[in-house]
């Protein structure tokens, strides 16, 4: 059994999920209809068209928008985390992941006032990716830029649900939680590439277009079960107390009629690119519907008993898991789901191949989008158990040439995992 077959599936899986190829698959222009997914817009029906966005996908969205609609596009701004020099018509404005910085919020404030230059007459588009959570920001009044970082590091450092750090951020921010859709006159789309598992719409970017359901009450709420609330800067729990009494408007909990969204790519069309790849290749594959989700030890022993119990050759799983760090190494959950799969097959003899890896290209605290092993991969003389204690999974993987190193990808729709048992090689 071969790495490099699974390295091509996922290589596969990773294009098809590239700007550059599902903005040509969503979007096209006829003339004067641009269309998205089925759904037909007039442009000449639009006395300007503006093209807004933000996430890590963003920029290179951007590009691919641009080529398609050329001289239609008046101006517009994006904020990411990587530039991008072949622009003509966007500006790239650069904000900070995962923390934000006074970068973030002067890239947020010049996109307002652009997006506060459109009429009821105009149309913008607006590229919505992962990653725009902490790239798109300006806090609500009362709470400062200092603050908001310490509250964000506050909640990473205690390993908080990311869906629950988002819903914190979206009460403390005047972008989040459709307010950003506020302030815009024109009519809106936006595109979608869902770094969420299931894609929820009122998620994904901490949903700076879309309407919300969370409360005031249920951020104090989480904030006083994980035990931060009083942890918190008074500035914070003095706005939380406030929205708490309705002295403060809560997120909006309708959705703007003049803003729609589609998703343009997701978890689920890389998990289909790596399915027919691998199919083309001669296995029989196995599509796991339920998505990766929770801590990563109980993860891979799921992967590794579905595989067990799969018929099929080459089992095909995504999502996202989660990694309690206590050690002080280098990886992420993608190569430590790795290590630890390492140890088991070894421990259980099973001929499998295994590759976890991010299709953002950075996983955790490394350079690297993950791991990938066989029965052949070496380790003899390093001390797997230390390397596991210790999380860190990339020094143990650098040793033996086992990490996949793609770079930052320009997109990003979480995490693919691939199975592959006995001998067929592809």
């Known amino acids: 059994m071969s790495t490099k077959t699974a390295l091509k599936i996922f290589d596969s899986a990773l294009k098809s999920v590239l700007p550059e190829n599902f903005m040509k698959n969503s979007c096209s222009l006829n003339g004067d209809i641009f269309s998205i997914n089925g759904k037909e817009y007039d442009l000449k029906k639009y006395k300007k068209l503006y093209i807004f966005g933000s996430g890590k996908a963003s920029c290179a969205m951007a590009k691919e928008i641009e080529k398609l609609l050329k001289d239609k596009i008046h101006k517009g ?20 992941h995962p923390i934000l910085d006074q970068k973030t919020l002067d ?11 459109c009429t009821e007459e105009d149309l913008y588009i607006y590229l919505l990716s992962g990653g725009s959570s902490a790239l798109l920001e300006l806090p609500i009044e009362d709470v400062s830029l200092e603050e908001l970082q310490d509250a964000t590091k506050l909640m990473l450092s205690n390993n908080i649900k990311i869906q629950y750090i988002n819903m914190v951020r979206k009460h403390l921010s005047s972008v989040k939680g459709g307010r950003l859709a506020k302030k ?12 969420v598992i299931d894609n929820p719409l009122d998620a994904i970017g901490s949903a700076p277009l879309y309407a919300d359901d969370s409360t005031f009450k249920d951020v104090k709420d989480i904030l006083e079960e994980k035990k931060l609330f009083d942890k918190m800067p008074l500035s914070i729990q003095n706005v939380i107390q406030k929205g708490v009494d309705k002295y403060i408007e809560d997120t909006p909990k309708n959705i703007q009629d003049r803003v729609s969204h589609y998703i343009v790519s997701s978890n689920i069309h890389a998990q289909n ?14 599509l796991v519907k339920k998505q990766m989700h929770g801590e990563v030890n109980q993860m891979v022993e799921k992967m590794l008993n579905i595989s067990k119990e799969s018929k099929k050759e080459c089992i095909i799983f995504g999502g996202e898991c989660t990694v309690d760090l206590n050690g002080d190494g280098k990886g992420g959950r993608n190569q430590h789901a790795v290590i630890l799969m390492l140890k088991k097959l ?13 299709t ?5 605290n490394s350079d690297a989008a993950g791991a990938v092993i066989d029965q052949k991969t070496n380790f003899s003389e390093l001390n ?43």
């Open 77 to 96: 701004i994006v904020i990411s985390p990587y530039d991008n020099n072949e622009l003509k018509k966007i500006e790239v404005k650069i904000g900070s």
């Open 107 to 117: 890239a947020t404030k010049a996109m307002i006032e652009m997006m506060q230059e």
């Open 273 to 286: 690119s790596a399915k027919y790849y691998a199919e083309k290749l001669g296995f029989s594959v196995e």
């Open 384 to 426: 797997i158990k230390k390397y596991i204690d210790n999380f860190d999974s990339y020094h143990f993987f650098k040793q033996i040439d086992s990490l996949v190193m793609t770079g930052p990808t320009g997109t990003n729709v979480i995490d693919l995992a691939i199975i592959l048992k006995g001998d067929i090689d592809g």
């Open 346 to 358: 070894r421990e259980n003899n099973l001929n499998y191949t295994f590759l976890s890896a991010s």
């Open 360 to 364: 953002d290209g950075v996983d955790g």
């Open 184 to 195: 815009c006159l024109a009519e809106g789309v936006v595109l979608v590439v869902s770094d």
